[in-house]
C-alpha cells in the first residue's frame, strides 16, 4: 500500500521518484487530517499554486484510514517526528509528507477519463511485495517476466475483482533507497469498501471522490500528500501555504 522507467533486470516498473519531488518544490498538496492517532476517518482537502497565489481547489472530503489510525511514516518529513510509527502489518495508514507518485487501475485510461499523472494498467501478473524479507520489498513486480526470481511469501494483488484497485494513487511512503524492511508498504489512495470503513493501511474515499482527485493531479507539480492528526500536521515543516489557508484546511 517512478520515475517512471522499465527496470527490466529487476522485474520493478516503477522506482521511486527522485530527490526533485520535494515537499517546498510542489504546487499541489493534498491534505488528509484526522482528529487524533486512532481515529479512522477524516477529511480531505487539496490546494494548488496558481498566478502566483495558493488556492483551495477542493476541501472537505471523507476518507477513511487504517483500522488502528495513522502512525509516522518515512517520507519527506524529519525522521524525529514523535508519535506511534508506521510498521507493516500494523493497520495503521502513514502520516507525514509523501510524493504522490503514479496512478493504476485495471482498466483502460480512457475509462477514468484525463489525468497529469501517469497510468498503468494493471494485468494478473501484477503485484506489490509486502514481504520485509524479500529483495523487493515495497515494489511492483510482474511475475510474467522469465527474469523474475520469486522470493516472497506475500504480496498485494493489484488486478484485484472487488473493484477497490479499479483506480490507485500511489503514495511514496518507505519508497526511497534504501528502504526500511518492515517499515511498511504498498499504501495507496483507492476508493473505499464502504462508505466510513476503515482500510487495513490505506486512505479510502467513495470513487466518485477518488476521479476528481485523480483528474486534478498533475505530475509536473510534484504533488504530494501532507496526513495525520491534525496538531500532528501543524507541526511538520510544511510548504510555504499562507497560515490562513493552513487554518481554514486544519480546522477540526
Known amino acids: ?7 527490466v533486470s529487476l522485474i520493478v516498473l516503477f522506482p521511486p521518484v527522485g530527490r526533485a519531488q520535494e515537499k517546498g518544490k510542489t504546487s499541489q498538496v493534498v491534505f488528509a487530517v484526522s482528529e487524533s492517532w486512532q481515529s479512522t476517518d477524516g477529511k480531505l482537502s487539496a490546494i494548488a499554486f496558481r498566478e502566483n ?3 483551495i481547489a477542493f476541501r472537505d472530503i471523507p476518507v477513511t484510514f487504517g483500522r488502528a489510525g495513522t502512525g509516522i511514516g518515512i517520507g519527506l518529513h524529519s525522521d524525529k517526528l514523535s508519535g506511534p510509527g508506521k510498521r507493516e502489518g500494523d493497520k495503521r495508514a502513514p502520516a507525514g509528507v509523501f510524493p504522490l507518485e503514479f496512478s493504476f487501475g485495471t482498466v ?20 506489490w511485495v509486502d514481504d520485509p524479507e524479500s529483495r523487493f520489498y515495497n515494489q511492483w513486480v ?10 516472497w511469501n506475500s504480496a498485494e494483488i493489484l488486478r484485484r475483482k472487488d473493484g477497490l484497485y479499479d483506480l490507485v494513487i500511489v503514495v511514496g511512503h518507505n519508497r526511497r533507497s534504501p528502504v526500511v524492511r518492515g517499515g511498511g508498504s504498498a499504501i495507496f489512495m483507492h476508493r473505499w469498501s464502504a462508505p466510513g470503513r476503515p482500510t487495513i ?3 479510502a474515499m467513495a470513487a466518485d471522490d477518488l476521479s476528481r482527485l485523480w ?3 498533475d505530475a509536473k507539480k510534484s504533488p504530494v500528500l501532507i ?5 500532528f500536521v501543524r507541526k511538520l515543516d510544511l510548504p510555504p501555504v499562507p497560515e490562513g489557508l493552513l487554518a481554514e484546511i486544519l480546522r477540526p
Not at 500500500?1 to 527496470?7: C, E, Q
Not at 483502460?108 to 494485468?123: C, D, K, L, N, W
Request: hydrophobic share 35%.
Open 1 to 7: 500500500m517512478r520515475l517512471f522507467l522499465f527496470a
Open 53 to 55: 497565489v495558493w488556492k
Open 108 to 127: 483502460i485510461e480512457s475509462h477514468h477519463g484525463a489525468t497529469g499523472m501517469r497510468y498503468e494498467r494493471t494485468s494478473p501478473t501484477h503485484f
Open 201 to 203: 493501511g490505506c486512505t
Open 142 to 151: 510482474d511475475t510474467a517476466s522469465p527474469r523474475i526470481e520469486k522470493d
Open 215 to 217: 483528474k486534478w493531479l
Open 227 to 231: 496526513q495525520g492528526p491534525v496538531d
